[in-house]
């Protein structure tokens, strides 16, 4: 990326990695370093660790987290959400998008350059590759003009192949997280032809991986991820982002010996040009469509400010507004709506989750069968019964009726639910005819495991009344 001097308003029509003639401007940021820099580092390390770990974690017996797009199986905390917990996953994504939507409005887009796994596998994994065998942003630069040497092939070699590699490693992460550990286990040590669907899965992800971080790259982040132009919609000028400070900083110019500075603080050094992944200039607003808010031009700016004693901040975090009015910053009427649903959705999303029951019971009357008298005084009528089991084990059920006096008899034969399934079974209800007040009453009927009530029903007695 060379840095050059042009009209400040072609930044609103253009943007940094699409030249004029419409193709590719290969961007090469400086290794960025600093305190926030060292703070993004231990950020990363731990989400890398809870991201690679996460498959392996669990929770009595079941996955931290597995989602099982082809199986329509979650696992959220070790908890199994299945179709018909639909509408409790819907209210929690609603509340993480609200979360979302929040965090934006009152810090910018941290989560992009703080959180998202796009940023964090680009500037903490691959580029860092990047840096270690091609060296910094002059050296790769010259290494690209360079002819096809010794050095070239071999750094280039090393670095696509670690790079394929590293893209390797990440496709059975994503994919444990969909299938499970034991299935990849599973494609892994069985022949190749034994799990073809998986095998190609992995290659599939692997190319997919390999291509983002080493091609696409910034490209995610200002044309594809809808996040960033959606930013437009959420800020104003009273959200937190990073900032120029344009009150001190301007007019900018450069530094120079044995005059007397007139102009603002801003050298016009273009250090925070050069190391911005995503190839803007801080200085041409904070709401620009390509800002990750990563503050790697907040560190290097402070390193320059330090070097030409002048405080630090001219670029940092802080509203459009605090800096144009010098107010402090404030908390929104706008923020607190926004902070009012959020707290009713998680607060609905937590009910749901508390009352959530691991065993769901469905009992209908067989359709076009009538109640049977007996000859010993009792009522009868026939039952189909579903039960879905959401836990990881299986549980022998028995039926009981607690509404009333009254048996209940299974056909054919006992019923066993098995572990993250369900089963299906007719039954008989008897009951006493004396003990009917009309002909159609409400019975509860409860299941059980062993001495356990683990699920209630209710449903339609015939009978023929008095």
């Given at each position: 990326?060379?840095?050059?001097?042009?009209?400040?308003?072609?930044?609103?029509?253009?943007?940094?990695?699409?030249?004029?003639?419409?193709?590719?401007?290969?961007?090469?940021?400086?290794?960025?370093?600093?305190?926030?820099?060292?703070?993004?580092?231990?950020?990363?390390?731990?989400?890398?660790?809870?991201?690679?770990?996460?498959?392996?974690?669990?929770?009595?017996?079941?996955?931290?987290?597995?989602?099982?797009?082809?199986?329509?199986?979650?696992?959220?905390?070790?908890?199994?959400?299945?179709?018909?917990?639909?509408?409790?996953?819907?209210?929690?994504?609603?509340?993480?998008?609200?979360?979302?939507?929040?965090?934006?409005?009152?810090?910018?887009?941290?989560?992009?350059?703080?959180?998202?796994?796009?940023?964090?596998?680009?500037?903490?994994?691959?580029?860092?590759?990047?840096?270690?065998?091609?060296?910094?942003?002059?050296?790769?630069?010259?290494?690209?003009?360079?002819?096809?040497?010794?050095?070239?092939?071999?750094?280039?070699?090393?670095?696509?192949t670690l790079f394929v590699l590293v893209s390797f490693f990440i496709?059975?992460?994503?994919?444990?997280?969909?299938?499970?550990?034991?299935?990849?286990?599973?494609?892994?040590?069985?022949?190749?032809?034994?799990?073809?669907?998986?095998?190609?899965?992995?290659?599939?992800?692997?190319?997919?991986?390999?291509?983002?971080?080493?091609?696409?790259?910034?490209?995610?982040?200002?044309?594809?991820?809808?996040?960033?132009?959606?930013?437009?919609?959420?800020?104003?000028?009273?959200?937190?982002?990073?900032?120029?400070?344009?009150?001190?900083?301007?007019?900018?110019?450069?530094?120079?010996?044995?005059?007397?500075?007139?102009?603002?603080?801003?050298?016009?050094?273009?250090?925070?040009?050069?190391?911005?992944?995503?190839?803007?200039?801080?200085?041409?607003?904070?709401?620009?469509?390509?800002?990750?808010?990563?503050?790697?031009?907040?560190?290097?700016?402070?390193?320059?400010?330090?070097?030409?004693?002048?405080?630090?901040?001219?670029?940092?975090?802080?509203?459009?507004?605090?800096?144009?009015?010098?107010?402090?910053?404030?908390?929104?009427?706008?923020?607190?709506?926004?902070?009012?649903?959020?707290?009713?959705?998680?607060?609905?999303?937590?009910?749901?989750?508390?009352?959530?029951?691991?065993?769901?019971?469905?009992?209908?009357?067989?359709?076009?069968?009538?109640?049977?008298?007996?000859?010993?005084?009792?009522?009868?009528?026939?039952?189909?019964?579903?039960?879905?089991?959401?836990?990881?084990?299986?549980?022998?059920?028995?039926?009981?009726?607690?509404?009333?006096?009254?048996?209940?008899?299974?056909?054919?034969?006992?019923?066993?639910?098995?572990?993250?399934?369900?089963?299906?079974?007719?039954?008989?209800?008897?009951?006493?005819?004396?003990?009917?007040?009309?002909?159609?009453?409400?019975?509860?009927?409860?299941?059980?495991?062993?001495?356990k009530l683990i699920a209630t029903e209710k449903t339609k007695f015939?009978?023929?009344?008095?």
């Open positions: 990326m060379s840095i050059t001097v042009t009209d400040p308003e072609t930044y609103r029509d253009t943007i940094s990695t699409v030249g004029k003639d419409g193709k590719l401007v290969w961007l090469y940021p400086k290794k960025p370093c600093g305190k926030l820099y060292q703070y993004r580092k231990y950020v990363s390390y731990a989400l890398l660790t809870l991201l690679f770990s996460g498959p392996f974690l669990k929770v009595s017996g079941l996955p931290f987290l597995l989602f099982n797009i082809p199986a329509r199986k979650f696992v959220l905390f070790g908890m199994i959400f299945w179709p018909q917990d639909f509408f409790i996953l819907l209210v929690g994504f609603m509340a993480f998008i609200l979360f979302i939507i929040l965090f934006t409005v009152v810090y910018g887009r941290v989560w992009c350059g703080w959180v998202c796994p796009q940023t964090i596998f680009m500037e903490m994994v691959f580029r860092r590759i990047e840096y270690w065998i091609e060296g910094d942003a002059p050296k790769q630069k010259a290494l690209d003009k360079a002819p096809w040497t010794t050095e070239k092939v071999w750094k280039k070699t090393a670095k696509h496709a059975h992460t994503f994919l444990a997280y969909i299938i499970g550990v034991e299935q990849l286990q599973k494609i892994m040590t069985d022949g190749l032809g034994a799990h073809v669907g998986g095998l190609f899965s992995l290659v599939l992800f692997t190319g997919v991986f390999y291509f983002v971080f080493a091609k696409f790259r910034e490209q995610v982040c200002t044309i594809v991820c809808p996040y960033g132009r959606l930013q437009g919609v959420m800020l104003d000028k009273k959200s937190l982002t990073v900032a120029y400070d344009f009150e001190r900083g301007e007019p900018r110019g450069k530094l120079r010996k044995n005059q007397v500075r007139t102009q603002g603080d801003c050298i016009d050094c273009h250090q925070c040009v050069q190391v911005c992944p995503t190839g803007i200039d801080i200085r041409n607003g904070a709401q620009q469509m390509e800002c990750i808010n990563c503050t790697a031009c907040i560190d290097v700016c402070n390193s320059i400010m330090d070097l030409v004693n002048k405080p630090q901040g001219l670029i940092r975090v802080a509203s459009e507004e605090s800096i144009a009015e010098k107010m402090p910053w404030r908390f929104t009427a706008r923020m607190k709506a926004y902070t009012a649903v959020l707290v009713l959705l998680v607060g609905a999303f937590v009910v749901l989750l508390i009352t959530r029951t691991n065993i769901e019971a469905t009992i209908l009357r067989t359709p076009g069968m009538l109640y049977q008298q007996t000859d010993h005084g009792t009522v009868t009528n026939l039952y189909n019964i579903t039960l879905i089991n959401k836990t990881d084990q299986e549980l022998p059920i028995i039926l009981k009726v607690l509404s009333s006096e009254g048996s209940i008899q299974v056909v054919r034969n006992e019923l066993v639910l098995p572990r993250q399934g369900l089963v299906e079974g007719v039954f008989f209800a008897e009951i006493p005819e004396n003990s009917l007040e009309s002909a159609s009453s409400k019975i509860e009927i409860g299941v059980y495991s062993g001495d015939l009978g023929p009344g008095r």
